[in-house]
């Protein structure tokens, strides 16, 4: 059962790192528009490089 | 936000980089504005990149942004572009656009209350699987020090969780409480609060069971559905101030200058430029032209204008310049004074109570007597107050209204999203209830059913007379000129001279005779019924070119679609007998009313009404705003006067009726869904409430009873999609 010790932090932590991120996506307005990003993916515009 | 830099070249491969590059070097100095688009048409990537690659080859425009979630588009630009170009340009390239007014949207656009809700949902989400994850473990066996550790780390999440997440409950159940009442949140705040506080006490003496899982996951679901009512709303809510933000708020007076129209005195001098709104109350001193009263009245024959006449906000002066003196302005005009009765219309409606609410006014007391009993009776029966008490908290959770939480919200997001790609707007939160219920449907006629702007119908002129009416129509902004002109396909004959001749019509001189186009009457023709205009040249008979209204796209399709799904159609209507007869025949309504006035519309409304009938109304101008505010439920057009728009309960965003089937069928079965939603969550209470009576319910069982009905209600709920 030590293993535990290790375990319940690195759950606990990637449990954190995934809240972090989703307050990354709430802060960069990633929810405004669902519907547009999902079919924006289908276009070729910035294929190349990304819109800077 | 990125959206906000300068586009590379690559932004749109159809123009040249220099104008970009150029607005890009402008944009970002003082100059830099930004404009709103409404797009109700777009639907697809295709749409997306189109709109874009149109606004971007507009020379100043500097960035273009298409929201589709929301049907918009923001775009930045220097001064040199205004919103009339972006809309022609996306006109051209075949996207219906309109502008809209950013300081009407400023107060939406941040949204912050349904940020606020998701970044508790997404925090009680993770602390939920997180707890989850820890309580496997002790569903699977743990014991003794290990189940005490899992247990004890389950707190140390859960109790900040709910301490954030659960606030929004919180606050309200205070409120409720704090005014002597009882809502939903009552029961919820206090399912959460006991069974956190009681898994905490479990925890210290070592006991069995703790809820923090439970109290999560309640949390959780129950935000969820407070999140997607919260997100129906509010899009309603920032569309209606849209809408409002397509009226026009200014006015030019006498010497010029241009003013906001709340700043206007009576007896000030104003002037209204043909083409434009009349945006007071008031008389004309100066000036002859032709008044388009359709909006006021359905009257879809211009009435003219001249000195000494009464003009009313919301008009359309169609010909000559017109110099008013304010009679009326601000809150006193014949529209504010409208817009009033309807605030009092939405307060009737807002009576109206939605079947969320009937369910939680039952269920609220229902739920506090079981649990209290359940304490009570077990007190009694065993003498065990922890016992006791565990299994009235066993109760609460296991009864709270997850499922019932969910059952309207995901009904009616999913069911206004269909309407929403559909170009169907709704503004009122019980207004889908409504819609579900009517029964009869009351149809307007001029700007509803119909465009509200003529084209040409029949004429019995010859193609030297065909010519020479279409150089006469190009010269005047007259809608039945503007219709000739486009409807003409022979090509223009030369003339000279030409002038108009406000209120009356175009003249001008071709080979030598004096021509003609305008009035029966000053033209020499003797008039008759029916919207028409004459030509005559030189001495010879007056030819008539005759107009009709033409149907809206959609609407025989939207006539037949409700009168499949059983509704009694009536066609209602301020213009003349001869125009709605043709309509009425065009479109197969038997049922009709011509010359009908303002009141006698919202009378005939409200007699249906007394028959017990529930009425649909469908309308557009102010004539329709008493009507559309005393039916069970209306829509109005996007293209209808702003008070119209302000008392309907919906509205088409696009400019086709044909929605209106599909918005009826979808009601219908959005309500059946609720109904349904409010069996799966009863069968499951009815289920579930025995076992944790008998106190044989434990955290797995409230866990998986409750997570199965949620997602069960969800899953009815997209069935509408």
């Known amino acids: 059962m030590e293993v535990l010790s290790i375990l319940i932090p690195v759950s606990l932590l990637l449990g954190l790192v995934g809240l972090a991120a989703f307050f990354w996506t709430l802060r960069s307005r990633q929810y405004e528009d669902p519907e547009g990003d999902s079919r924006r993916i289908l276009t070729d515009n910035y294929d190349d490089k990304p819109k800077s | 936000m990125s959206l906000a830099e300068t586009p590379s070249p690559q932004a749109c491969p159809a123009?040249?980089?220099?104008?970009?590059?150029?607005?890009?070097?402008?944009?970002?100095?003082?100059?830099?504005?930004?404009?709103?688009?409404?797009?109700?048409?777009?639907?697809c990537a295709g749409c997306i990149s189109g709109v874009e690659r149109a606004l971007l080859a507009i020379p100043g425009v500097a960035d273009a942004?298409?929201?589709?979630?929301?049907?918009?588009?923001?775009?930045?630009?220097?001064?040199?572009?205004?919103?009339?170009?972006?809309?022609?340009?996306?006109?051209?390239?075949?996207?219906?656009?309109?502008?809209?007014?950013?300081?009407?949207?400023?107060?939406?656009?941040?949204?912050?209350?349904?940020?606020?809700?998701?970044?508790?949902?997404?925090?009680?989400?993770?602390?939920?699987?997180?707890?989850?994850?820890?309580?496997?473990?002790?569903w699977s066996g743990a014991t003794d020090a290990t189940r005490d550790l899992f247990h004890w780390i389950s707190a140390a999440i859960a109790i900040p969780t709910i301490a954030f997440s659960a606030q929004p409950f919180f606050r309200n159940a205070a409120r409720a409480l704090s005014a002597w009442r009882l809502n939903m949140d009552v029961p919820i705040s206090l399912a959460i609060l006991l069974a956190a506080g009681m898994s905490i006490f479990e925890t210290a003496e070592s006991g069995h069971h703790a809820y923090?899982?439970?109290?999560?996951?309640?949390?959780?679901?129950?935000?969820?559905?407070?999140?997607?009512?919260?997100?129906?709303?509010?899009?309603?809510?920032?569309?209606?101030?849209?809408?409002?933000?397509?009226?026009?708020?200014?006015?030019?007076?006498?010497?010029?200058?241009?003013?906001?129209?709340?700043?206007?005195?009576?007896?000030?001098?104003?002037?209204?430029?043909?083409?434009?709104r009349v945006p007071v109350d008031g008389e004309v001193t100066g000036g002859t032209s032709e008044i388009d009263r359709a909006l006021?009245?359905?009257?879809?024959?211009?009435?003219?204008?001249?000195?000494?006449?009464?003009?009313?906000?919301?008009?359309?002066?169609?010909?000559?310049?017109?110099?008013?003196?304010?009679?009326?302005?601000?809150?006193?005009?014949?529209l504010s004074r409208l817009a009033?009765?309807?605030?009092?219309?939405?307060?009737?409606?807002?009576?109206?109570?939605?079947?969320?609410?009937?369910?939680?006014?039952?269920?609220?007391?229902?739920?506090?007597?079981?649990?209290?009993?359940?304490?009570?009776?077990?007190?009694?029966?065993?003498?065990?107050?922890?016992?006791?008490?565990?299994?009235?908290?066993?109760?609460?959770?296991?009864?709270?209204?997850?499922?019932?939480?969910?059952?309207?919200p995901a009904v009616s997001t999913?069911?206004?999203?269909?309407?929403?790609?559909?170009?169907?707007l709704i503004k009122h939160a019980t207004a889908l209830e409504r819609l579900a219920e009517a029964d009869t449907v009351v149809f307007d006629k001029t700007g509803t059913l119909t465009e509200g702007r003529p084209v040409l119908h029949n004429h019995d002129a010859s193609n030297s007379d065909l010519a020479v009416a279409a150089a006469l129509a190009e010269a005047s902004a007259h809608p039945l000129a503007e219709a000739l002109a486009r409807d003409i396909a022979v090509p223009a004959a030369r003339l000279a001279d030409i002038r108009e001749v406000p209120g009356h019509g175009i003249e001008a001189t071709w080979k030598g005779d004096i021509v003609r186009l305008g009035r029966a009457d000053w033209v020499g023709a003797a008039g008759d019924e029916g919207t028409a205009t004459w030509l005559r040249i030189g001495l010879n008979d007056p030819v008539a070119f005759r107009f009709r209204d033409r149907l809206r796209e959609g609407a025989a399709e939207a006539v037949t679609a409700l009168r499949n799904a059983g509704l009694g159609v009536h066609l209602v209507s301020g213009d003349s007998q001869r125009a709605v007869l043709l309509l009425a025949e065009e479109i197969g309504i038997a049922d009709w009313r011509a010359s009908v006035k303002p009141d006698e519309k919202a009378a005939f409304v409200e007699d249906l009404a007394n028959q017990g009938q529930r009425v649909l109304m469908v309308g557009d101008g102010l004539n329709d705003t008493g009507a559309l505010a005393m039916a069970h439920v209306s829509i109005s057009p996007a293209t209808a006067l702003d008070a119209a728009r302000t008392v309907s309960d919906m509205v088409l965003l696009g400019a086709s009726l044909a929605p209106l089937g599909d918005a009826v069928q979808t009601a219908r079965n959005a309500k059946r869904r609720i109904l349904e939603n409010f069996g799966i969550a009863a069968a499951y209470n009815s289920i579930s409430i025995p076992i944790?009576?008998?106190g044989l319910a434990t955290p797995l069982a409230a866990a998986?009873?409750?997570?199965?009905?949620?997602?069960?209600v969800t899953l009815n709920a997209l069935r509408l999609r």
């Open chain 2, 296 to 334: 006021l009245t359905g009257e879809s024959l211009p009435e003219r204008a001249s000195a000494g006449d009464a003009v009313h906000a919301g008009e359309i002066n169609l010909t000559g310049p017109l110099t008013v003196r304010v009679t009326a302005a601000g809150r006193e005009t014949t």
């Open chain 2, 65 to 138: 942004r298409v929201n589709l979630t929301q049907k918009r588009a923001v775009v930045r630009t220097d001064e040199s572009v205004d919103a009339e170009t972006l809309t022609r340009a996306l006109a051209d390239a075949g996207y219906e656009a309109h502008e809209l007014d950013p300081g009407a949207l400023a107060a939406t656009t941040g949204d912050a209350a349904s940020r606020d809700l998701l970044m508790r949902l997404g925090v009680a989400g993770f602390a939920m699987m997180n707890v989850m994850l820890l309580s496997v473990a002790v």
């Open chain 2, 414 to 424: 999913a069911a206004s999203g269909r309407m929403f790609r559909n170009g169907l």
């Open chain 2, 692 to 694: 944790a009576l008998a």
């Open chain 2, 15 to 43: 123009c040249t980089a220099g104008p970009v590059a150029e607005a890009a070097a402008r944009a970002g100095g003082a100059g830099d504005q930004r404009l709103h688009l409404s797009l109700p048409t777009i639907h």
């Open chain 2, 340 to 408: 009033d009765l309807v605030s009092m219309a939405e307060t009737s409606k807002s009576r109206y109570s939605s079947l969320a609410d009937r369910a939680a006014r039952i269920y609220a007391p229902v739920v506090h007597i079981l649990a209290f009993a359940a304490f009570a009776g077990w007190l009694y029966a065993s003498g065990d107050p922890r016992l006791s008490l565990n299994i009235a908290v066993a109760t609460l959770i296991i009864t709270c209204p997850c499922a019932l939480g969910l059952a309207v």
């Open chain 2, 212 to 276: 923090f899982d439970a109290a999560l996951s309640l949390t959780f679901f129950l935000l969820a559905g407070r999140y997607l009512d919260q997100r129906t709303r509010t899009a309603a809510r920032s569309a209606a101030a849209e809408l409002t933000a397509l009226e026009v708020p200014r006015a030019t007076r006498a010497d010029g200058t241009s003013v906001n129209v709340a700043d206007l005195a009576l007896g000030d001098l104003i002037l209204v430029r043909p083409g434009a």
């Open chain 2, 704 to 712: 998986l009873a409750m997570s199965t009905s949620s997602i069960l």
